[in-house]
């Protein structure tokens, strides 16, 4: 370790666009700059921010993925003889979900978010926590080196404490420990952004509060240590949300059957199929074709966002909506969902760019994701 005081925090959802025209920490961060994110969600973007590769190579993109011999609801299959309803209801995907967590080692961020009766065809791919060794199955992250290494270290996460808290035990820490590493993520602006993107007095009250936070962890660091390394950096910006299109009911419509002609998960910004049967392929390839607000990816493109998976376990075919579209329903929420912002869109959508603040510059260039590994890395050589 180079012997300084490091301090880096993670804000879900801190865009670049967000922070125009608004002041934040800039006299302890103030070389500034965007950050191009990863096509998905923090399923994807978070491990490519901690490995420093893209999710081809490390493994995890969206959480849902087609696994149906590995599937941990295997045995559901046995009570396809049940009616729908008996299986798809609030009740029975609570249970499931709460069965996923506590009995499947699945981890705490395990969803339903698929109908029941195609769980048994799907796996969930963030069963660890991420902010600590082994998070990436296969893969080293930050806190793998830092273990390596020798390196003390704290980590803060939901997983255990609210924002709140751990902007309060950090300073703490910061200030009383001998720890040399600290790794903050705060994960509650997203949800504020989500619900309030578009109402500016609410986004400057949540900015201003996490920037008062941050400042007290700060100045507790650089109180320590005068030459302590700060860095503050995103996964992901947030779109606002204009219009809604219900993709769902569109295919539905084509009158195909699941599990027997295709699967589907449909994503908040996008919908991943599988296909069983040819008459099936060439309806949904056709109907996502003629899409008003979106567009179906190729391997070429999906190559190059890092995103290309030969054995297509996140989606045979993944189509893409337009920034600022919303799917009307979809696996993760339901029709009565009306968020102010999203994410998921295309990282050329500006709205999309995290940031990377920093109390120096780094001595490395940074433009996306995976390029933060770098910079945090240095604390463990």
């Given at each position: 370790m180079n012997g300084r005081l490091h301090v880096s925090v993670l804000v879900d959802a801190l865009g670049w666009r967000l922070l125009e025209g608004r002041a934040f920490l800039e006299e302890l961060l103030p070389h500034r700059?965007?950050?191009?994110?990863?096509?998905?969600?923090?399923?994807?973007?978070?491990?490519?921010?901690?490995?420093?590769?893209?999710?081809?190579?490390?493994?995890?993109?969206?959480?849902?993925y087609y696994d149906p011999d590995g599937s941990p609801f295997r045995w559901l299959r046995h009570l396809a003889f049940l009616p729908e309803p008996v299986l798809d209801n609030r009740l029975a995907r609570k249970l499931l979900s709460e069965a996923g967590r506590r009995v499947l080692g699945l981890g705490p961020?395990?969803?339903?978010?698929?109908?029941?009766?195609?769980?048994?065809?799907?796996?969930?791919?963030?069963k660890r926590s991420?902010?600590?060794?082994?998070?990436?199955?296969?893969?080293?992250?930050?806190?793998?080196?830092?273990?390596e290494a020798g390196v003390p270290y704290r980590s803060y996460s939901y997983h255990?404490?609210?924002?709140?808290e751990i902007l309060r035990r950090a300073a703490r820490d910061v200030r009383e420990s001998e720890t040399g590493v600290f790794f903050l993520y705060l994960s509650e602006l997203d949800h504020a952004l989500h619900r309030h993107l578009?109402?500016?007095?609410?986004?400057?009250?949540?900015?201003?509060?996490y920037a008062e936070g941050l400042r007290a962890v700060f100045e507790a660091a650089r109180a320590r240590d005068a030459a302590a390394a700060l860095s503050v950096f995103s996964d992901h910006g947030m779109t606002p949300v204009r219009r809604h299109y219900d993709l769902v009911a569109e295919v539905e419509a084509l009158g195909f059957c699941t599990p027997d002609d295709y699967l589907a998960v449909y994503d908040s910004t996008m919908a991943r199929f599988w296909?069983?049967?040819?008459?099936?392929?060439?309806?949904?390839?056709?109907?996502?074709?003629s899409l008003p607000c979106g567009r179906v990816l190729d391997d070429?493109?999906?190559?190059?966002?890092?995103?290309?998976?030969?054995?297509?376990?996140?989606?045979?075919?993944?189509?893409?909506l337009d920034p600022g579209w919303l799917l009307a329903s979809s696996?993760?929420?339901?029709?009565?969902?009306?968020?102010?912002?999203?994410?998921?869109?295309?990282?050329?959508?500006?709205?999309?760019?995290?940031?990377?603040?920093?109390?120096?510059?780094?001595?490395?260039?940074?433009?996306?994701?995976?390029?933060?590994?770098?910079?945090?890395?240095?604390?463990?050589?």
């Open positions: 700059q965007p950050l191009r994110t990863v096509l998905g969600y923090s399923s994807g973007a978070i491990p490519t921010l901690l490995t420093g590769r893209p999710p081809a190579e490390h493994g995890h993109w969206n959480l849902v961020l395990f969803d339903c978010a698929v109908a029941p009766s195609r769980l048994p065809w799907f796996n969930w791919v963030e991420l902010y600590e060794p082994g998070g990436v199955s296969g893969t080293p992250t930050l806190f793998d080196r830092l273990a255990d404490y609210s924002d709140a578009q109402d500016r007095a609410v986004v400057d009250g949540r900015l201003a509060w296909f069983f049967s040819d008459r099936a392929r060439q309806a949904v390839t056709g109907l996502l074709a070429a493109e999906l190559d190059r966002l890092g995103i290309l998976f030969p054995d297509r376990r996140y989606g045979e075919l993944i189509a893409l696996g993760f929420n339901g029709s009565r969902w009306r968020p102010a912002g999203m994410h998921g869109y295309h990282p050329d959508d500006a709205d999309s760019d995290g940031v990377f603040l920093a109390s120096a510059p780094p001595s490395l260039p940074v433009r996306s994701l995976a390029d933060v590994h770098a910079c945090l890395s240095e604390a463990a050589s």
